[in-house]
């Protein structure tokens, strides 16, 4: 099991800035598709980004160009940046560790990401 440790949410103005980052303990890191999840109260989790190990990146429509989502394999860690944040942005943000075709898959215990207006 990878452990996944999250950092980078917190309070920031609309139009601001915010980069999250997930450290990974664990050797399946660089094989994995790494994915950012999103959850407000009430709704179900939603897919922000996903890049899987050769790099190709998807994205949420509300989010494209605005997030980029990255990774570093040698440091084990994947990134969410966040530019021009919208109110709408605001919410539980979660990291995502899965292996396509197995039933691998991992979270990170969640950040609280809140954009004011």
């Known amino acids: 099991q990878v452990q996944l440790v999250e950092s980078g949410g917190g309070l920031v103005q609309a139009g601001g800035s915010l980069r999250l980052s997930c450290a990974a303990a664990?050797?399946?890191?660089?094989?994995?598709?790494l994915a950012w999840y999103r959850q407000t109260p009430g709704k179900q989790r939603e897919l922000v980004a996903r890049?899987?190990?050769?790099?190709?990146?998807n994205y949420l429509d509300s989010v494209k160009g605005r997030f980029t989502i990255s990774r570093d394999n040698a440091k084990n860690t994947m990134y969410l940046q966040m530019n021009s944040l919208k109110p709408e942005d605001t919410a539980v943000y979660y990291c995502?560790?899965?292996?396509?075709?197995?039933?691998?898959?991992?979270w990170g215990q969640g950040t609280q990401v809140t954009v004011s207006s």
């Open positions: 890049i899987n190990s050769g790099g190709i990146t």
């Open positions: 664990g050797s399946i890191f660089r094989i994995a598709a």
């Open positions: 995502n560790v899965n292996l396509p075709g197995t039933r691998y898959d991992d």
